[in-house]
């Protein structure tokens, strides 16, 4: 086993701290972004938190005790709201991932908005206790935060990413013309 001060350390550890720490920062920074923009940004930035994560180095729990949360309900809300101003009508997607998909003949509808401000509240979670700079705090947080990834957030991540790149690959006309001079055609334009 190793000891936390050579996990918390560990190259791979700080590598995702580093890339964590540059997701929140980006998604806390959305407000006023163009569509295009964001998603460009979301779709490089995804792609190396999960790498990242999933590089984490195997850590063990030393303390029982609930760890301190940074992400209240009125942060997280703000942020999905915000996400969701940007994303406009192409917040939504069909999910196929859960497991309720087996037993349902509807396809369930999710937000990227929700679902990336449930990624940014583990992670940010995770980089709060870790700027606090006490080991063993440390130590578990990188526990928490791996092993949500592996059970939540990593499923989420790849699943919003699917959304992302049909919201960039497969745009329609309308969001062309969006993007192009950064307002929505009026209804009354023929």
Same mark, same amino acid.
């Given at each position: !086993?190793?000891?936390?001060s *050579?996990? $918390?350390f560990? +190259?791979n550890t700080?590598?995702?701290v580093?890339?964590a720490?540059? &997701?929140?920062?980006f998604l806390?920074?959305?407000?006023n !972004?163009?569509?295009? /923009?964001f998603v460009?940004? /979301?779709?490089?930035?995804l792609?190396l938190?999960?790498l990242k994560?999933? !590089? ?5 729990l &030393?303390?029982d005790? %609930? *760890?301190e949360?940074?992400? /209240?309900e009125e942060?997280y809300?703000?942020?999905? $709201?915000?996400?969701?101003a940007?994303?406009?009508e192409k917040d939504?997607? #069909?999910?196929?991932?859960l497991?309720e =998909?087996?037993?349902?003949d /509807?396809?369930? +509808? +999710?937000?990227i908005? %929700?679902?990336l401000?449930? $990624?940014?509240q583990d992670v +940010?979670?995770f980089? &709060?206790? &870790?700027? #606090?700079g #006490?080991? %063993?705090t =440390?130590n ?22 699917r959304?992302l790149?049909? $919201?960039?690959?497969?745009?329609d006309t309308?969001?062309q013309?969006n993007?192009e001079?950064?307002t929505?055609?009026? #209804?009354?334009e023929d």
């Amino acid at each position: !086993m190793k000891n936390y001060s *050579q996990v $918390i350390f560990d +190259k791979n550890t700080v590598e995702f701290v580093t890339v964590a720490a540059e &997701f929140c920062g980006f998604l806390e920074r959305a407000e006023n !972004m163009k569509r295009s /923009t964001f998603v460009d940004t /979301t779709l490089k930035i995804l792609p190396l938190l999960y790498l990242k994560a999933s !590089m984490l180095p195997e850590v063990d729990l &030393f303390n029982d005790e %609930e *760890q301190e949360r940074y992400v /209240t309900e009125e942060i997280y809300e703000v942020l999905r $709201i915000n996400i969701s101003a940007v994303l406009a009508e192409k917040d939504d997607y #069909l999910e196929v991932f859960l497991p309720e =998909m087996a037993y349902s003949d /509807t396809p369930i +509808k +999710k937000t990227i908005s %929700e679902d990336l401000a449930d $990624i940014y509240q583990d992670v +940010k979670d995770f980089i &709060f206790v &870790f700027q #606090l700079g #006490l080991n %063993e705090t =440390m130590n578990d947080a990188l526990y928490t935060c791996k092993e949500n990834f592996g059970l939540y957030w990593g499923q989420k991540l790849v699943n919003t990413l699917r959304a992302l790149h049909d $919201i960039k690959y497969n745009p329609d006309t309308e969001d062309q013309e969006n993007d192009e001079d950064g307002t929505y055609p009026s #209804l009354d334009e023929d």
